[in-house]
């Protein structure tokens, strides 16, 4: 497994910059499909780069239309080379409460449920999509947040089949990431093979 994404993160780093010098590399998927997981052994693939989560950005009433604040927060600092300040939200307190920097890192990884989405793939140097059926992906994150988040999930499904009818991103991935039960295998994506 070590080598397959030791291999993905030179094939990522050779990339050219897409936001000032960063390589801004998202991670996208159905909830539950594994790209955190991926996210955090890509980043540590690439010699610790930072990592984003969308979970971050969203909040309870705005699960899907954190973009506006991840370009004002993140994507315009980046691009001109400076750091990024962006503030983490608090799922138990409903409330923004921690500031984060992000410095202009060669690669930095965006992960999260419409990671690719329409408004940043033009700062994308590449779009990462976890190859996993949204049922099998729910399943496996309603079993992971066990049944006191049930209410969430019922919701949180309708809000991710709006989402990605509206702006779908696996058709706009470069890489379809396979986990297997030995590691993961990378295969070329539909915006690679068209």
Known sequence: MEEDLA????????????????????VDGHAGSGKSTFAGRLADALGGAPVVHTDDLATHDELFTWHERFREQVVEPLSRGESAHYWLYDWARCAF??????????VVLIEGVGAGRRALRPHLACLLWMELTREHSWERGQLRDGPGLSVFWDGWIRAERRHFAADPSRPYADLL?????????VRVGPSKSS
Do not use: D, N, W
């Open 7 to 26: 291999a993905l993160a030179a094939r990522l780093r050779a990339l050219p910059p897409s936001c000032g010098p960063v390589r801004l590399i998202a």
């Open 97 to 106: 409460t921690e500031r984060r920097e992000l410095p202009p890192a060669p």
């Open 177 to 185: 990431v396979h986990q297997g039960k030995l590691g993961y295998e």
